[in-house]
C-alpha cells in the first residue's frame, strides 16, 4: 500500500518555508525522499532510517517518527530552484521494496 | 560513471506489438527496480531485483516480463503492448534495499506511447 503525501500542492513566494508530510499505515525501515523536475527522472534528497532522526541537505531537512509511521519534509528560506514535485518512497519489509506517494507540487514564485 | 541508462528514450507501439526497454547501470548495485508513471501521478513499481537471478513483483506487474542474468542489466518487456501501458517508465538502481543510508539513482526514463 502506498503512503499518502499532503499537501497535493503548495505555492510558495522565495525565501517562505513549507512543510510536506508522508504517512504510511505500515511499519517502516527507512523513508527516503526525491525531488522530480518537469520532464526529468527523480533526484534522490535523503533517506532516514527508523529511530527517528532528522537529517539536513542545504535548506532541507527531514524527520521521521517512528510511532507515527510519518515522515515530514521541512524547506526553509525557499529558493525558485526548490520548485518541482516531491516524492516520498517507503519501505516496509526486508525485501527492501520501495513504494511512492503521489508527490506533492512544489511551485516558488519570486 | 554513466549512472543508471535506459534506452530507448522514446517509443510508440501498436496495439498488440512486443518490445523490450533496456535498462543498464554501471555502479555494481545490487539492487533494481522498473517503475512507471502516469502523467501527474507518482511512481508505481512494476518489477524489483534484489541481485542477479533474482527477481519478483511489484504493485501492478501485469503485463510485464523482466529478468536479471548479470548485475548490471535489467531488461523489462512487454509482452503485448495495450493503451493503458502509455506512460513514462523509469528504471532504478541502489547499492542496497534501502535499509542503509543508499537511496535510488534513477535513469532518465523511457516515454512510451501505445496506439
Known amino acids: 500500500q502506498q503512503p499518502v503525501q499532503s499537501p497535493q500542492a503548495v505555492i510558495l513566494r522565495e525565501g517562505e518555508d513549507a512543510v510536506i508530510n508522508c504517512s504510511s499505515s505500515k511499519a517502516l525501515y527507512s523513508v527516503h525522499w526525491y525531488r522530480q523536475k518537469h520532464g526529468e527522472a527523480p533526484v534522490f534528497l535523503m533517506i532516514l532510517l527508523k529511530g527517528g532522526e532528522q537529517k539536513g541537505h542545504e535548506k532541507i531537512s527531514a524527520s521521521f517518527n517512528e510511532k507515527k509511521q510519518q515522515s515530514s519534509l521541512y524547506l526553509t528560506a525557499s529558493q525558485l530552484s526548490y520548485s518541482g514535485t516531491y516524492f516520498c518512497g517507503t519501505v516496509s519489509n526486508n525485501a527492501g521494496k520501495s513504494t511512492f506517494g503521489d508527490g506533492t507540487t512544489l511551485t516558488v514564485k519570486p | 560513471n554513466a549512472g543508471v541508462t535506459q534506452t530507448p528514450k522514446f517509443q510508440v507501439l501498436k496495439t498488440g506489438q512486443s518490445m523490450t526497454l533496456q535498462c543498464a547501470q554501471d555502479?555494481?548495485?545490487?539492487?533494481m527496480s522498473w517503475y512507471r508513471q502516469d502523467p501527474g501521478m507518482g511512481l508505481r513499481l512494476i518489477h524489483y531485483?534484489?541481485?542477479?537471478?533474482?527477481?519478483d513483483q511489484g504493485e501492478v506487474p501485469n503485463g510485464y516480463n523482466v529478468s536479471r542474468s548479470t548485475t548490471e542489466d535489467f531488461p523489462l518487456r512487454l509482452l503485448s503492448a495495450a493503451p493503458s501501458q502509455t506512460s513514462v517508465y523509469f528504471c532504478?538502481?541502489?547499492?542496497?534495499?534501502?535499509?542503509?543510508?543508499?537511496?535510488?539513482?534513477f535513469g532518465s526514463g523511457t516515454r512510451l506511447t501505445v496506439v
Open positions: 532504478a538502481s541502489s547499492s542496497n534495499n534501502l535499509l542503509a543510508n543508499y537511496g535510488y539513482t
Open positions: 555502479m555494481n548495485h545490487e539492487y
Open positions: 531485483s534484489v541481485g542477479a537471478g533474482i527477481t
